[in-house]
Antibody, heavy 119, light 107 residues
Framework: QVPLQESGPGLVKPSQTLSLTCTVSGGSFSNGSYYWSWIRQFPGKGLEWIGHIYYSGRSYYKPSLTNRLTISVDTSKSQFFLKLNSVTAADTAIYYC???????????WGQGTLVTVSS | DIQMTQSPSTLSASVGDSVTITCRASQSVSSWLAWYQQKPGKAPKLLIYKASNLENGVPSRFSGSGSGTEFTLTITSLQPDDFATYYCQQYNAYSNTFGQGTKVEMK
């Protein structure tokens, strides 16, 4: 098991920035085999990959989110971060942090955190 | 983006049945495909990776096959714990895409 835990505000106002932190336990964070992912699930169930990042900072983003998205890491704290700017109601979702295995599939997930965008 | 299409969207079955879910990719993903099970209020759980490899601890009644653009997940002898929603996911070096999900419900 690789415990991952999301944290951050559950309510964000439209046009503001959604900021989440994922804390990874278990010592694998700086293991060169893994990337660390953000995935969201919209109400009514669709899953959407947001992006993933290596411990070195190399990252890949969903193209349609690139202009609003920043994913970063702090290896000293075994944490990675999500910042999504200029949010709208369409960004309301459960946000999961997860581990991307060496093969590329997602093998461990956090429990998820609901973020609602509303005034 | 590579699009992933699952069918059916909903599947009604009974305990003991064998069920098959299909996932089609809009372009070849080779064998870079995974299957997940999700229950209400929980995160998805990995079942199968690289199209046909069973994740550790997953019962052998789950199996995956396919390559290129067409893949299947089969559950033989459906158990009460298997009623859930199933997702496929393609993954390459730069992106991931999920299918829209298949809900397996009790007939």
């Amino acid at each position: 098991q690789v415990p991952l835990q999301e944290s951050g505000p559950g309510l964000v106002k439209p046009s503001q920035t959604l900021s989440l932190t994922c804390t990874v336990s278990g010592g694998s964070f700086s293991n060169g085999s893994y990337y660390w992912s953000w995935i969201r699930q919209f109400p009514g169930k669709g899953l959407e990959w947001i992006g993933h990042i290596y411990y070195s900072g190399r990252s890949y983003y969903k193209p349609s989110l690139t202009n609003r998205l920043t994913i970063s890491v702090d290896t000293s704290k075994s944490q990675f971060f999500l910042k999504l700017n200029s949010v709208t109601a369409a960004d309301t979702a459960i946000y999961y942090c997860a581990r991307r295995s060496a093969y590329g599939h997602t093998d461990f997930w956090g429990q998820g955190t609901l973020v609602t965008v509303s005034s | 983006d590579i699009q992933m299409t699952q069918s059916p969207s909903t599947l009604s079955a009974s305990v003991g049945d064998s069920v098959t879910i299909t996932c089609r990719a809009s372009q070849s993903v080779s064998s870079w495909l995974a299957w997940y099970q999700q229950k209400p209020g929980k995160a998805p759980k990995l079942l199968i990776y690289k199209a046909s490899n069973l994740e550790n601890g997953v019962p052998s009644r789950f199996s995956g096959s396919g390559s290129g653009t067409e893949f299947t997940l089969t559950i033989t002898s459906l158990q009460p714990d298997d009623f859930a929603t199933y997702y496929c996911q393609q993954y390459n070096a730069y992106s991931n895409t999920f299918g829209q999900g298949t809900k397996v419900e009790m007939k």
